[in-house]
């Protein structure tokens, strides 16, 4: 893997390539995590295994086509570990990887601010929509 390292292996002040590398990936990780049931995903998987059916009963509203490809999604960004069990019938468990874990917290993170800050959102938004 020809220049790449991870961030923290970086010793000194990082290149213009390593900002861009950093701001790539990071635009990718957030505009899955951004998509309408990533973090309805994220919050049902929380700190269990849970199965596909599970999940899809936890996240209301969500089609089996499009929880399939947001757990695809998610795996694919490092968030999201999936387990095959080979049985009959095959039985797949959903888990957050310790970047999923972070992000969970951070996810609740923004939701804490949410709430602590809503009235001063929406005291904006009415000034901000007043004639």
């Known amino acids: 893997m020809s220049g790449f390292h991870r961030a923290d292996d970086v010793v000194g002040t990082p290149t213009a390539t390593d900002v861009a590398r950093v701001q790539a990936v990071a635009r990718e990780v957030f505009g899955v995590v951004g998509t309408k049931w990533a973090l309805p995903v ?3 998987i929380g700190p269990d295994s849970p199965r596909f059916g599970e999940l899809h009963r936890q996240v209301t509203g969500i089609s089996h086509r499009l929880l399939t490809v947001t757990l695809r999604q998610l795996e694919q960004q490092g968030l999201v570990h999936r387990t095959l ?3 009959v019938p095959p039985r797949t468990e959903y888990r957050l990887t310790t970047a999923g ?5 951070t996810i609740n993170g923004f ?3 949410s709430r602590r800050h809503l009235d001063e959102v929406l005291a904006a938004r009415r000034r901000f929509d007043r004639p």
């Open 111 to 113: 939701c804490r601010w």
């Open 101 to 105: 874990r972070d992000m969970h917290d």
């Open 42 to 44: 994220i919050e049902a």
């Open 85 to 87: 069990h080979p049985t």
